[in-house]
T-cell receptor
Framework: DGGITQSPKYLFRKEGQNVTLSCEQN?????MYWYRQDPGQGLRLIYY???????QKGDIAEGYSVSREKKESFPLTVTSAQKNPTAFYLC??????????????FGPGTRLTVL | AQTVTQSQPEMSVQEAETVTLSCTYD???????LFWYKQPPSRQMILVIR??????QNATENRFSVNFQKAAKSFSLKISDSQLGDAAMYFC???????????FGTGTSLTVIP
């Protein structure tokens, strides 16, 4: 089945540690996105990538990093510089990342908790 | 800056009844796209409906329809014949016609009462 997978579903991290969240898609989509969701707030864009080997900062990129070495994969690293990393993280993809907006399809999410 | 406002944090509806969720947005663009997404307790975001701003006809998907008022910058979602499976958080989203950045509202939690 085509879709987006995120792993792990739950992740625990000690303060001061970096952690990487996985996002893989087999939809052959060019564009991929990372969002953060906090209670009472909408989704906020962290990073997005319109094509392989290229990505742009979203509204809340500080303390996060990404890479896009393959079309299918867009991992997100939460660094120790992120002051409040406990949140629900959603990965999404769309057919294209330019021009007319395409529907974004979402993965099941990763819940990150910093202990 | 584009902002999306959902003024109803929580709503409830009796099963089989109709409910309308509100969404307003702020933009200086003339061409853009609007979306409603559903997030059930599983937290998987699912597209409900999509509207292109240049189309005057309101989008419809089965029991879901929108009331798009471009001049008022309003984009409400109507759910007819509500079902228990409709219980979820609903997010309104805006995307300009250039690029693919989405701007989400804070969501409305819908409860369906049996």
């Amino acid at each position: 089945d085509g879709g987006i997978t995120q792993s792990p579903k739950y992740l625990f991290r000690k303060e001061g540690q970096n952690v990487t969240l996985s996002c893989e898609q087999n939809l052959n989509h060019d564009a991929m996105y990372w969002y953060r969701q906090d209670p009472g707030q909408g989704l906020r864009l962290i990073y997005y990538s319109q094509i392989v080997n290229d990505f742009q900062k979203g509204d809340i990129a500080e303390g996060y990093s990404v890479s896009r070495e393959k079309k299918e994969s867009f991992p997100l690293t939460v660094t120790s510089a992120q002051k409040n990393p406990t949140a629900f993280y959603l990965c999404a993809s769309s057919l294209t990342g330019q021009g007319v907006p395409d529907t974004q399809y979402f993965g099941p999410g990763t819940r990150l908790t910093v202990l | 800056a584009q902002t999306v406002t959902q003024s109803q944090p929580e709503m409830s509806v009796q099963e089989a009844e109709t409910v309308t969720l509100s969404c307003t947005y702020d933009t200086s663009e003339s061409d853009y796209y609007l979306f409603w997404y559903k997030q059930p307790p599983s937290r998987q975001m699912i597209l409900v409906i999509r509207q292109e701003a240049y189309k005057q006809q309101n989008a419809t998907e089965n029991r879901f329809s929108v009331n798009f008022q471009k001049a008022a910058k309003s984009f409400s979602l109507k759910i007819s014949d509500s079902q228990l499976g409709d219980a979820a958080m609903y997010f309104c989203a805006y995307s300009p016609n250039t690029g693919n950045q989405f701007y989400f509202g804070t969501g409305t939690s819908l409860t369906v009462i049996p």
